[in-house]
């Protein structure tokens, strides 16, 4: 690991501030992926700025009913709480259904959205990686090359990773916006449709963060209600990152909304497939995959997608 | 080469203070810094759980945290279960039922165990499973060590399992 210095900052804004004017710095919330990667050498800054102490670490109501979740708020916590368990059940199934006990203690809201890939070439660093290093290709579409696990749409020539969180689908589907303080002060709210970015020819430029901003939360509408679940498919039956997820919100009268995790680079939703949700899995899922690019090996997962949606949605109608 | 920084907390009710180079994570300040060599490295990367330890009773993996985050916090670790010659239940449960083979991943379990008895003293089997979930086990089949806490539990409930 390279060597750098580490500072703990008190307000939202300072940390802000000091992360646009240190060269190379960047904010450690739980540090379960950034420690991860900087031990590999794929993250290298050379100052960390802890943003535990900012007290950004409460969930409250919003004045439309909604939720207010603090950026710092643990994936436990988040789960547990009595109004996500009540009012946003898709949530607190994906959150139990990803990483383990000890990530989750551990793992922050803001820290989850930013989760880097886990393509298997983006971590062995003698690979070419056009996310880790621009320019260089990748291994990932090499022919013969290891690609099950990667994304099937939403992917471009440049890169084929997917986003790896459970959490972000649920949030997806439940039409989270994001809450960040900018640099200078002031605050902008990102819905999380227009969070992470597609990768075209910059796979590096993951979301629509500017250097510096710092998340301060995610706020949830007010509850919509409906039958929620989360349904997540992976090679073994626990701690593992999903092959294909399912976050489905159906209403009594057959309309809701479906967000797909592991297949794309972002959670992968659009206002078409829901409109198509009473026609079945088939329709939703033909117009959620309808400019798919898959490998010979990831082909499956758009089968796959449609069967766990098939199924999710027969347990809704149960 | 960046100062070192102070850094006290308390391991198993004992203060301890020492110094840490920016950026040390808490496995190696506890095995190196502070000589309590019973949390493990396994695979350094937050997938196997070897390096279990409880901070404010909570199970966290060592390895991935920075040891300057437990400034002030409670670490508790296998070393300091036992009381004095008396093992701890959960240690008593894992010797009697062979819930240890190589042993690499017993003081993991071992505090992930520890963190759910403390919470719930009547855990379900699933719960059991759940909690020990991010521990892996190349050795026993895991079976052995479900029992073996489900036994624990049940002991110092003052049952019989
Ligand atoms: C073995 C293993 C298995 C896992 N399995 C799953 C799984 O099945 N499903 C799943 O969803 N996840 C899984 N995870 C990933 C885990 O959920 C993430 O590592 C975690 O959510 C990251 O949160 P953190 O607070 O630790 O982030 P950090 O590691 O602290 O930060 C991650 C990134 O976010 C940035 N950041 C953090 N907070 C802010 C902020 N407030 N504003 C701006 N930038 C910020 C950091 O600079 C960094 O770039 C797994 C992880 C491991 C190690
Ligand atoms: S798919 Fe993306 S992350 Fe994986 S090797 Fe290619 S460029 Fe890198
Ligand atoms: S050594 Fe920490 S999880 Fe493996
Ligand atoms: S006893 Fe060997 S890894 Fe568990």
Redesign the interface.
Known sequence: MRAFSYEKVKNPAGAAARAAEVANAKFVAGGTNLLDLMKLEIETPLHLIDVNGLGLDRIEGTDDGGLRIGTLVRNTALAADERVKRDYPVLTRALMAGASGQLRNKATTGGNLLQRTRCPYFYDTAMACNKRKPGSGCAAQAPGAFSRQLGVVGVSEACIATHPSDMAVAMRALDAVVETVMPEGETRAIPLADFHLLPGHTPEVETALKPGELITAVTLPAPVGGHQSYTKVRDRSSYAFALVSVALIRQPDGSGAVALGGVAPKPWRNAAADKLLPEGAKAVMAELMKDARPTEQNRYKIKLAERTLASALNEAKG | M?PK?PLSFTLNGSETALFVD??A?LLDTLRRGAGDLTPKLGC???TC?AC?VLIDG????SC???A??VEGRDIATTGGLADGPDLHPLQQAFMEGFAAQCGFCTAGMLM?AKALLDRRPNPSRDEVI??I???LCRCTGYEPIVDAILTAAARMQGRSA
């Open positions: 960046m920084t920016p950026g994570n350094a990367q937050g759980g279990t909570e199970p966290h993996l991935l945290t920075l300057e985050t992930a759940e909690a979930g991010g521990n």
